[in-house]
């Protein structure tokens, strides 16, 4: 029985809900998700699927919690409060220890710093804690020497971030996010998830790959002290499960900001939205020059952790180059582990945000997103 697929799209975006409701037939009966997206500021796509599910509902999103995380960090450079070029032991002396006293923060935003975890690892109530893997990577040496390459900072780079936001602005990373992000426009993407709209929350459902794919996943390389290991946390005696991480109230309360945000397609899409567009009469956040900044492609190459070809821009993925290449150059977001994708295509005017349950596999950006991005785009230049 096919799903009914809900919401609207303007006019000249017909072909996106199609695009939806064909990978819709395509999924298993259960599926459940949201798609969302800006064009020049005004919303075009809105769409959800799934029994129970609403455009409110609030979704895990994993590392897609970097792009607001980044957005903050992007704001402060843009104000004066942060420079780029400064080392980080500017605003973090302590940060100085065990050889990383000439790291900038433009190579720890740019997953440059060799911090992708901590030799003995993370409990689990220190990853829903930004401040205390901040302290903890403070004195870690880091796994290769700064600066000279990049690695994926999976679990680590949004409190490294944070933390220099708490030393430069007296507050956290997550309270300047609300206060001049998430609260202004509304937005149902949470970097500390309030226990009233605990009822929104649908639960991460874990992948449930076939057997050729499960061969596949068994055939990665596992080993228990290679640097994947480290930066996934995977190397402790009881790692537990993806899913764990974001089903743990105490992580979607704190809201650590590598990949601890809540929201709902809208949240994202609304967010990358108000980056680069003016929306309900307010200026877009980042001006022409950050836009350029934060979206011009700092690493490059061979990732260390991922073991394949990745490139970023400050704290972002640099979206066209990671996964759709049909895109402007300069566009910036970031996708999450269980599926979810979302990014500004400031050339466009695109703005993205797709959410799903049960995540998908193989991992990261869930690969219907190439096609939904594809029909959003094309559907964006054509109106």
């Not at 509902?57 to 104000?79: E, I, M, R």
């Not at 923060?105 to 003995?120: E, F, K, N």
């Not at 499960?241 to 945000?261: I, M, Q």
């Not at 307010?282 to 350029?292: E, F, I, Q, S, Y």
Request: net charge negative; charged share 20%; aromatic share 8%.
């Amino acid at each position: 029985m096919t799903q009914e697929i809900h919401g609207t799209v303007a006019d000249g975006f017909e072909a996106v809900r199609e695009e939806f409701a064909a990978f819709v037939a395509e999924e298993r009966p259960d599926y459940e998700g949201q798609l969302c997206a800006y064009a020049h500021g005004r919303k075009v796509v809105d769409l959800w699927v799934g029994d129970g599910v609403t455009a409110d509902s609030l979704y895990g999103v994993f590392s897609s919690t970097k792009g607001a995380a980044h957005l903050v960090a992007a704001l402060l450079v843009q104000d004066g409060t942060l420079e780029l070029d400064r080392k980080v032991t500017y605003y973090w002396p302590e940060f100085g220890a065990e050889g990383k006293g000439a790291l900038t923060l433009r190579d720890l935003l740019t997953h440059r710093a060799g911090l992708i975890g901590i030799d003995a690892g993370f409990t689990r109530d220190e990853l829903a804690d930004d401040r205390a893997v901040a302290e903890r990577l403070a004195d870690q040496r880091p796994f290769w020497r700064p600066g000279t390459a990049f690695g994926y900072h999976a679990l680590t780079l949004g409190a490294l971030t944070g933390e220099v936001v708490r030393r430069a602005t007296g507050h956290t990373l997550q309270e300047v996010y609300e206060e001049r992000v998430r609260a202004p426009y509304g937005l149902d993407f949470h970097l500390g998830l309030p226990e009233a709209l605990e009822i929104r929350f649908r639960s991460v459902q874990p992948m449930t790959p076939t057997a050729e794919q499960q061969a596949v996943l068994d055939s990665v390389p596992k080993g228990p002290h290679t640097l994947t290991s480290i930066a996934y946390n995977t190397h402790v005696p009881q790692p537990g499960e993806l899913v764990d991480h974001a089903n743990s109230r105490t992580v979607r309360a704190k809201g650590p900001a590598s990949a601890g945000g809540v929201a709902a397609a809208r949240g994202l899409a609304g967010m990358y939205a108000a980056a680069i567009s003016e929306v309900d009469g307010r200026p877009p956040l980042l001006k022409p020059d950050t836009v350029a900044e934060v979206g011009q492609i700092h690493s490059i190459g061979y990732d260390l952790v991922a073991r394949t070809h990745r490139s970023f821009g400050l704290g972002f993925q640099a979206t066209a180059d990671a996964w759709y290449p049909f895109l402007g150059a300069g566009t910036f977001g970031h996708s999450g582990a269980g599926g979810s994708q979302a990014f500004a295509d400031p050339r466009s005017g695109l703005a993205y945000g797709y959410t799903r349950r049960r995540c998908a596999y193989p991992g990261g950006a869930a690969p219907e997103n190439e096609r939904l991005v594809r029909a959003v785009h094309s559907a964006a230049l054509a109106s």
